[in-house]
């Protein structure tokens, strides 16, 4: 029988604008889409905003332009060509509106036919009563499990006493008092008994739907035939089944896909750049801490208003040591401790890689292999074979893990082969955008940026790689650093036979017309064998002083990109910075 027997095929991923979205998230997402295309079927983009405090327009947006960037097209919900995804009336789609903000008569109605039916109570228990009843369950070593006696035999009038003074309320299922076995697709059937299902919240107290009950009005609704969610979401399935035959609504199939790890073992998760950013700090010696803090602090002042910046100090300071000190994982601390120790985080988020120079076609396939086997060793493939060969027969039980150098190797690859030199030069300057401190390589460079970004093709793994590898061609000139290494190995070695030649060089140099790659090439060519000595005589101090180390594209287009006044200004301030001691 086929994985798609129930036809047509309806998929949909559902994420939660409460921050960028995780590439575990692009994983379910990206199966989602295979699925649906594979079997000629819709696939629904549907955002989950019932948690009003953590949700946002600016995540909203970066989820649909992240999906968008990898690939994944959808044919209900949020449109993407516009600025504003929200209004209902430009939404794509007959089943909406598609975010969930926007669906709350709709929950509403559903709610009252489960107290209609008699299947959803409201209860009144505050925290603190919740909380000693959870002690009192574990003062007597057993698992705590809430008990509804109170709130189903309250009065009329004691619910209304309740609300007269102000007390909170929300509604939770009745449990079903039987075992519910749920049939995966992917581990096969699972069974929750009647003892581990408990009366779960359905609506909160304001009066925004919990993710368990939107969620399964939502799949009826949208006409769902397939969940295809990552693992962790396994125990909701007896949950969500029980609210369906509650709410008389037909079961879709179900697939729980293998949650993705790190190397080492750990789960893949956004708390990893907060465990990288403490690490990097724990690195700083004691005596330096103090000192690094102020700095980072004082970092993150800048260009706030002055009668604004004894707060942020202060705000700063808070949210530092509650970082530090493992009480939270705010992101932005983690960001600035990385900033200022010039140091990368794991990518965790699709922004991340997009960031970070990443193709996306190349992110897509190294998705694709987590959890998924295609068969017949494929290993490199694009999205077309992904929708034409896509199975859930295929996906594993197994946890997947995220290995970077493999993901890294895979990019090269495709840089090197895949790419034209228009097209590499392009995404290059495409990510501009994303990171406007690298105008200034466009800037610079000018009409030598085609010549930059061709030289660094064959030389990167990333799209970000011309920028970091070729940093030396837009430094000031007075700026150049140069290793100690370097200095030693080529330009005093041999009773300073490096500065030597350079010197020399640089006074053939100043002849060279035109100023071009081809004509730097021969000039070189034709001083070595006229001093009868290798090219690399020449070619290495020149590194040297144009770079500060001994790695540049090949020397002659690199004299060419950088232009002549600034090769010339360079060489004369190496020989007279590095003259032998």
Avoid at 85 to 114: C, N, T, V, W
Avoid at 304 to 329: N, Q, W, Y
Avoid at 431 to 440: E, F, G, R, T
Avoid at 538 to 546: D, F
Wanted: charged share 30%; glycine share 6%; net charge negative.
């Amino acid at each position: 029988m086929s994985d798609a027997d129930i036809q047509p095929v309806v998929t949909r991923f559902a994420p939660s604008p409460s921050g960028a979205l995780h590439v575990g998230g692009a994983r379910t997402a990206l199966f989602n889409w295979a699925f649906a295309r594979k079997h000629r079927g819709r696939f629904i983009l549907r955002i989950e905003d019932t948690d009003q405090a953590r949700s946002s327009a600016q995540s909203t947006r970066g989820i649909i332009d992240d999906m968008i960037w990898l690939g994944i097209d959808w044919d209900e919900g949020p449109d993407p060509e516009t600025d504003d995804p929200y209004p209902i009336e430009s939404q794509l789609g007959d089943a909406g509106p598609y975010f969930q903000s926007q669906r709350l008569d709709i929950y509403r109605a559903h709610l009252q036919k489960l107290i209609d039916s008699g299947r959803a109570y409201e209860c009144f228990k505050t925290k603190d009563e919740l909380d000693a009843d959870r002690a009192a369950a574990k003062a007597k070593k057993r698992d705590y499990r809430y008990d509804p006696t109170d709130m189903l035999n309250a009065s009329d009038a004691q619910k209304q006493a309740w609300r007269d003074e102000g007390r909170p309320s929300v509604w939770r299922f009745r449990a079903p008092g039987k075992d519910i076995t749920v049939h995966d697709e992917v581990l096969g059937e699972v069974t929750v008994t009647a003892a581990q299902l408990d009366d779960l919240i359905i609506f909160k107290a304001d009066g925004f739907p919990t993710y368990h009950f939107a969620v399964v009005v939502d799949d009826a609704l949208m006409g769902v035939t397939h969940v295809i969610r990552g693992q962790e979401h396994l125990n909701n399935a007896p949950k969500h089944v029980a609210l369906m035959e509650a709410l008389g609504f037909d079961r879709p199939k179900f697939a729980h896909l293998p949650l993705i790890f790190n190397p080492d073992g750990s789960k893949m998760s956004k708390r990893d750049k907060a465990k990288a950013a403490r690490h990097l700090f724990d690195q700083i010696p004691q005596s330096e801490r103090d000192a690094f803090i102020e700095d980072a602090i004082w970092f993150s002042t800048v260009g706030t208003p002055d009668d604004e910046k004894d707060a942020r100090h202060v705000e700063i300071t808070g949210r530092l040591e509650m970082f530090l000190d493992k009480r939270s994982d705010d992101l932005f601390i983690a960001i600035l401790l990385a900033q200022r120790l010039k140091a990368n985080l794991p990518e965790i988020d699709v922004m991340d890689f997009r960031e970070n120079g990443y193709l996306p076609e190349v992110l897509v396939n190294y998705l694709a292999l987590l959890g998924w086997n295609p068969g017949e060793n494929h290993e490199r493939f694009d999205q077309t074979f992904l929708a034409h060969e896509f199975s859930l027969e295929r996906v594993g039980k197994s946890n997947a893990k995220f290995d970077r150098d493999k993901l890294r190797a895979f990019n090269a690859d495709s840089i090197r082969e895949q790419l034209s030199m228009d097209n590499f030069e392009s995404k290059v300057r495409d990510l501009v955008k994303l990171k406007p401190q690298y105008q200034k390589y466009v800037d610079v460079l000018s009409d030598q940026f085609s010549n930059f970004t061709a030289q660094y093709q064959v030389r990167s793994v990333t799209v970000e790689d011309p920028y970091v590898q070729g940093a030396f061609f837009v430094a000031d000139d007075d700026a150049i650093v140069f290793d100690d290494k370097a200095v030693k190995k080529v330009l005093h070695k041999n009773d300073g036979e490096g500065l030597t030649w350079l010197a020399k060089f640089h006074d053939e140099l100043t002849k060279l017309e035109p100023w071009t790659g081809e004509a730097a090439h021969s000039l070189i060519k034709t001083f070595c064998e006229t001093n009868e000595i290798g090219m690399g005589k020449v070619a290495q101090p020149l590194r040297v002083a144009i770079s500060g180390g001994t790695v540049t594209p090949p020397i002659d287009a690199t004299l060419e990109i950088l232009g002549r006044n600034r090769t010339l200004q360079r060489i004369a301030r190496c020989i007279k910075v590095c003259a032998n001691p």
